[in-house]
Nanobody
Framework: QVQLVESGGGLVQAGGSLRLSCVAS????????MGWFRQAPGKEREFVAAISWSAGSTAEADSVKGRFTTSRDNAKNMVALQMNSLKPEDSAIYYCAARTFPGAQYEYWGQGTQVIVSS
């Protein structure tokens, strides 16, 4: 089993930055592919970014490309999402997720951390 705990959310003005962290615990966490998703009120959950277990491959949604960057530190069992140039439409609950196999569904989810961007 894998447990994921996010932190770093909060209230920020438009144009500002936040850094979200996700700490993983459990079996073989360094071998997991990691992702970030978000869900705004009344909307479906959407993909934000992903990073492979080796950090050799990353992907970002078009809506955040050039503003958000994901990274990981396997020695600390941690994944981070650096969010710059935040916009009000980035406001959502952000979730960290993990999967065992590339391209497979994400099996493990954190509880989420809320981000509010004021205009």
């Amino acid at each position: 089993q894998v447990q994921l705990v996010e932190s770093g959310g909060g209230l920020v003005q438009a144009g500002g930055s936040l850094r979200l962290s996700c700490v993983a615990s459990g079996r073989n966490t360094s071998s997991l592919g990691m992702g970030w998703f978000r869900q705004a009120p009344g909307k479906e959950r959407e993909f934000v970014a992903a990073i492979s277990w080796s950090a050799g491959s990353t992907a970002e949604a078009d809506s955040v490309k050039g503003r958000f960057t994901t990274s990981r530190d396997n020695a600390k069992n941690m994944v981070a999402l650096q969010m710059n140039s935040l916009k009000p439409e980035d406001s959502a609950i952000y979730y960290c997720a993990a999967r065992t196999f590339p391209g497979a569904q994400y099996e493990y989810w954190g509880q989420g951390t809320q981000v509010i961007v004021s205009s």
